[in-house]
């Protein structure tokens, strides 16, 4: 389409799309976090980024659409764990995707999916606006992500696939979306970690809803097949040289303090959300002692504790500061014989921990601020460790974070 004739039908476009959008807002859309995850050990981390089929529309949860199929979908192809964040809006652009990740923490994820062009496609968006915007984007994910993370670009879908945009006009659309398409395949063939997936799902069907948790396993099935392979080939694969920006330990400690102290929960009275967590990973686990603990500048601090008396203890001391080092368990068997816990005051007298095993928690904006961990003065076996489990508990304790204290 020549730049001309979008330049001229533009004014006519937005009005019809505006008036086709007024159509969608009575579909359900989801209200809960936007993350979801699969269960397992040794997870991937995904972020979705994007309009149109991020946004969830026609279901009332992530977990029912995109993000919750694609968890489960890349889990049962990889045998691991998947947590998948998104950033989505039905407004977002390659443009102001920037300044949706502005406070995202990039070098975390394993994969970024870009679901954008959707609403280009509708505006009429130039292809030489679209490429400069769209590449602006990738070198910002290619310049802040890890040199193993990859990116996949999702197509344009067919705009005639849409209920509310099936009406006269949509032709122009459809041109639109095939000249922006055909840029995305371009960009992502001459970038070195960067993946073009086609995509044309077919029409809507239901027309109350938009779309139907059906249709989002069909298009996780497509990315999942997609992003597997090279996940898996991550984990095998030749380890890349150190990234200076994930080696500055002093700046992403502010980073995480920052984080700590932007949850406004230290020194905040006990929850029953959170005391009812901790009594649970107790029992499940058969042990003595469980606490929720938030590392501090100094000091571990216990925001829920069962079988402990002390609220704080020295961050020197904590196993739980040795825990948010990793982004998996930590599974101590015997403390008294490991080197790195043996002289803990902790360890050589109350309480007396042998066993220890503990899982980070994230901050909403990923940092690792704490951790979720149960202990005993009896000494257990890895293999009478239930790492899932510890995993799903943290998870529900980082769930619980998104929503403000009573105190805060």
Same mark, same amino acid.
């Given at each position: 389409m020549h730049d001309l004739v979008r330049w001229a039908l533009r004014p006519v476009m937005r009005i019809w799309t505006a008036s086709a959008e007024r159509a969608d807002r009575h579909l359900p859309r989801p209200s809960d976090a936007p993350q979801a995850h699969a269960p397992g050990i040794d997870s991937d981390r995904v972020l979705i980024l994007g309009c149109g089929p991020a946004v969830g529309w026609g279901v009332l949860s992530h977990q029912l659409a995109l993000p919750g199929s694609l968890a489960r979908e890349l889990s049962v192809r990889t045998g691991r764990g998947v947590d998948i964040d998104l950033l989505a809006s039905r407004t977002m652009t390659a443009e102001n995707a920037l300044t949706a990740l502005a406070d995202t923490r990039l070098g975390r994820f394993d994969a970024v999916v870009v679901i954008l062009g959707l609403n280009e496609a509708l505006d009429l968006t130039s292809v030489t606006e679209w490429r400069e915007r769209l590449t602006a984007l990738l070198q910002e994910l290619e310049r802040e992500t890890s040199r193993s993370t990859q990116i996949f670009l999702l197509g344009i879908p067919p705009v005639h696939s849409i209920e509310i945009f099936r009406r006269p006009l949509v032709r122009i659309a459809d041109c639109s979306a095939t000249d922006l398409n055909a840029v995305t395949a371009r960009l992502a063939a001459g970038a070195p970690r960067t993946t073009f997936v086609p995509f044309s799902p077919s029409a809507t069907v239901e027309t109350d809803r938009h779309r139907t948790p059906?249709?989002?396993?069909?298009?996780?099935? %497509? %990315?999942? *097949?997609? %992003?597997?392979?090279?996940?898996?080939?991550?984990?095998?694969? @030749?380890? /890349? /040289? /150190? *990234? =200076?920006?994930?080696?500055?330990?002093?700046? !992403? #400690?502010?980073?995480? !303090?920052?984080?700590?102290?932007?949850?406004? @929960?230290? *020194?905040? =009275? =006990?929850?029953?959300?959170?005391?009812?967590l901790v009594v649970l990973a107790q029992r499940l686990f058969g042990t003595e002692s469980a606490v929720i603990s938030v590392i501090d500048r100094d000091r571990q601090w216990h925001k829920a504790r069962v079988g402990l008396a002390a609220t704080e203890i020295p961050r020197a001391d904590s196993?739980?500061?040795?825990? @948010?080092?990793?982004?998996?368990? %930590?599974?101590? #068997? *015997?403390?008294?014989?490991?080197?790195?816990?043996?002289?803990?005051p902790l360890v050589v007298d109350e309480p007396r921990i042998r066993f220890y095993a503990g899982f980070p928690i994230e901050s909403p904006s990923g940092e690792r601020v704490g951790a979720l961990c149960v202990f005993d003065p009896q000494p257990r076996a890895l293999a009478e460790v239930d790492q899932v489990l510890l995993r799903e508990l943290a998870l529900l304790v980082q769930r619980e974070l998104r929503v403000p204290s009573v105190f805060g």
């Open positions: 059906a249709d989002y396993r069909d298009w996780a099935v %497509l %990315l999942a *097949d997609a %992003l597997a392979d090279s996940l898996d080939s991550a984990r095998v694969g @030749i380890v /890349p /040289p /150190p *990234d =200076p920006r994930q080696t500055d330990a002093a700046g !992403q #400690e502010r980073a995480r !303090q920052a984080a700590v102290d932007g949850l406004a @929960i230290l *020194d905040t =009275p =006990p929850e029953a959300r959170f005391d009812q196993f739980c500061a040795r825990t @948010i080092e990793g982004t998996g368990a %930590l599974v101590v #068997e *015997d403390a008294r014989t490991d080197g790195r816990f043996s002289g803990s």
